[in-house]
């Protein structure tokens, strides 16, 4: 079992918001252990921190939100991914804009970025929350389920009548190199009469065919072409794996994912959490070296689960 892990230093990128169109910087930071990841706002240099814990999630059009402490920040499913696919654990993520940059659509700058930055080991066990006994959510034909596992994996099936579509299913073994190279660079994607219809109620501002994949009736108007035949179905994976990180610690358990979107990925968390008897946390303990000091913003991991439970 590996120890925590965060950036070895401070990163930022610029780009524009996939819903509002506006212009943010994120800026990637070190941050201590058992911090987890938490989003520091610094619009108006107001500074305000909000835990990326599924405690803070609001309920959004077509993107993972939190909200809480003064302010919200939209469509963070992707650089969480990032963060939780190269096993980085505690970092500060300051925005100076309601919404993560959509970049290029997908997770691959935040992953650069992050081994621009470097990773670095931490003086403590990480805690993993182990499954043992299956749970589920099913709403129509929409279900996310996790089952007990050795591993941490995910099989996710999409079904779309589209002829670079129809049935994608792909098994995804968790590892930083897996994340890297099957999973980090799909990007999002949206039908044409969707996006149109998205663009006349003011959403989808930022969207452009330089962060979106758009399907057409029978292919897709993006002329570089696709970065994988399934490309579609992997980046369900990427936006599971951000969406999951909301949970707090990683997870041991098996996925399995079938048209399912960020609403239904954010209630199997909370199913988590309100069942305790499925599942163990390992590698609690909390040995702490004297270089080592905990920060006071560190409230230790284990103890914010159990925290979340109670409410
Ligand atoms: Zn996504």
Redesign the pocket.
Known sequence: MRTQQTLANAVSCTGVGLHSGQPVTLTLKPAPISTGVVFINRNGHNGASLAASIKHVVPTELCTAISGNGFQVKTI??VLAALAGLNVDNAYVELNAGEAPAMDGSAAHFVRLIRSAGIASQSRRQPYLKITRPLEVVDGTRRVRIEPSLTAKITYSIHYNHPLIQTQTYVYEHSAHAFEHEIANAR?FGFLQEVEALWARGLGQGGNLENTIVLSQDGILNESGLRFANEFVR?KI??LIGDFSLLGVPVIGHLIAERSGHAIHTRLVQQILSHPDSWVLLNTDETVTASEPRSAMAAPRSASLVALQAS
Do not use: A, P, V, Y
């Open positions: 499913e992707h999002t980046h990427l936006d």
